[in-house]
């Protein structure tokens, strides 16, 4: 046989249905050809997934094939004698090839169904990471700063007119203005960040008259508390003008 009538018969051979002189062709050739091997691979795989039987088949084929075989026979002119095995093979064979194509192309289909969702996940990954990578430098920091235990959140407020700020404080005197409800200032104005240290209040930053994430640093030991301030652009070294907001220690 040469190489397409052996790989025709591949899905038959991977369901034990070729003759013995067949699979011996057969044997002889999948060790020299890559291709028909890596195919008969493929099959072995399907075929192993097919579900086996030990029962016999019903009386009711044995008779229809009789019957078939009987047919248009009479004792003057008797049909040629075709072995059963050899008149079945090759219908069974085609058989055989169809569900193990089809079978392959079903694990094919699952195979790549498993790569895209991978994909999809690595996809996913990569957009998380991108999103991380546009977010601005401060936004970063102060998202790490908000998921460290050891820093310290405080709520600068006022009872005069309603408005509040969030400070994130680490433990080495980093700080961020995390959040607040301050109304803008005009273009002449800004807001100044002071902080209070063994009772001196000194300035801790220029805040901008619409602050956004704004970081600062002060030293750690002796902090007492926060107060934010209306001020010229600029800033002043010291204020006269009651903080908008503030929070003390208790």
């Known amino acids: 046989m040469d190489h397409e009538a052996i790989e025709e018969l591949l899905g038959a051979y991977a369901l034990n249905a070729v003759e013995p002189h067949e699979a011996a062709m057969i044997d002889a050739h999948i060790d020299q050809c890559p291709h028909c091997r890596a195919e008969l691979e493929q099959h072995l795989d399907v075929a192993a997934l097919l579900p086996a039987t030990s029962g016999f088949a019903p009386s009711s084929i044995w008779d229809t094939i009789s019957d078939e075989i009987d047919k248009g026979t009479t004792p003057a002119t008797p049909s040629p004698v075709v072995p059963l095995r050899r008149r079945w093979i090759r219908p069974m064979a085609a058989a055989a ?16 169904a498993d790569i895209n969702d991978d994909l999809a996940a690595e996809r996913a990954t990569v957009e998380s990471l991108s999103e991380q990578l546009a977010r601005p430098v401060l936004e970063n920091a102060l998202s790490q700063a908000l998921e460290n235990p050891a820093a310290q959140r ?42 209070i240290v063994d009772g001196k209040v000194i300035s801790a930053g220029i805040l901008g ?3 956004g994430v704004v970081p600062f640093h002060i030293d750690p030991e002796g ?5 934010i301030t209306d001020e010229v652009v600029g800033g002043v070294e010291s204020s006269e003008n009651s903080p908008v907001v503030a929070w003390l220690a208790a």
């Open 97 to 112: 090839a169809f569900v193990l194509i089809a079978g392959t192309a079903i694990v094919q289909s699952i195979r790549v």
């Open 154 to 195: 405080v709520m600068l407020g006022s009872q005069v007119g309603g408005s509040n700020a969030i400070i994130v404080l680490m433990p080495d005197g980093t700080g961020y203005l995390a959040a607040h409800t301050l109304k803008p200032l005009p273009p002449n104005r800004t807001y100044q960040l002071w902080a």
């Open 209 to 211: 008259s619409e602050p």
């Open 223 to 227: 902090f007492e508390g926060f107060a």
